[in-house]
């Protein structure tokens, strides 16, 4: 079952700042030489490799995350939405394409009856991909294969034509 996001229906009580990009605080008139610095320009200076933060972050690296964090990231916002996956153009170029091989006469398709065949065709391939994943789970695997989604196939007593 797809995730769904709730929303507050509450106004937010926070005021939003306004933030003045590319202006110093000189020209915003701000500057006050008796106030501390505050916490983000120290975080600045720690991070500076002139001033003595580290030489990794200096290099300009992106931050890797452990492995199968930003899987499990993609895993969740794609659960979490709820429309479909195959670009909608390919697709149906790819019906119309494979409509002319088998048929001279049916050459139009109304929109609905797209959005039907590409609804139904993820449909097909998403209990598909589960399948092949308990397939590959039995082998004792956590790495989907080809084997597994052919055994799916099999399973399945489905034909694909």
């Known amino acids: 079952m797809a995730r769904t996001k709730h929303i507050s229906s509450h ?14 605080p000189l020209q915003q008139g701000q500057a006050d030489v008796s106030t501390p610095p505050s916490r983000s320009t120290r975080r600045a200076k720690e991070n500076d490799p002139q001033v003595g ?3 990794a972050q200096a290099s300009g ?4 995350f452990r492995p199968g964090t930003v899987a499990l990231r993609e895993i969740r916002k794609l659960q979490k939405s709820w429309n ?3 670009p909608h153009a390919p697709f149906f170029r790819v019906v119309r394409e494979i409509t002319s091989t088998y048929s001279r006469e049916v050459s139009r398709w109304t ?5 039907a065949i590409q609804e139904a065709a993820e449909y097909y391939l998403e209990e598909l991909f589960a399948d092949a ?28 034509w």
Do not use: F
Request: glycine residues 8%.
């Open 84 to 86: 479909l996956l195959i």
């Open 53 to 55: 933060g580290s030489a």
């Open 61 to 64: 690296k992106k931050r890797r």
């Open 111 to 115: 929109p609905e009856a797209l959005m």
């Open 11 to 24: 106004p937010s009580r926070r005021s939003k700042k306004k933030l003045n990009w590319g202006q110093s």
């Open 133 to 160: 994943y308990l397939c590959s789970i039995h082998a004792k695997r956590v790495t989907l294969m080809q084997k597994d989604i052919q055994l799916a196939r099999r399973i399945g007593g489905r034909r694909a």
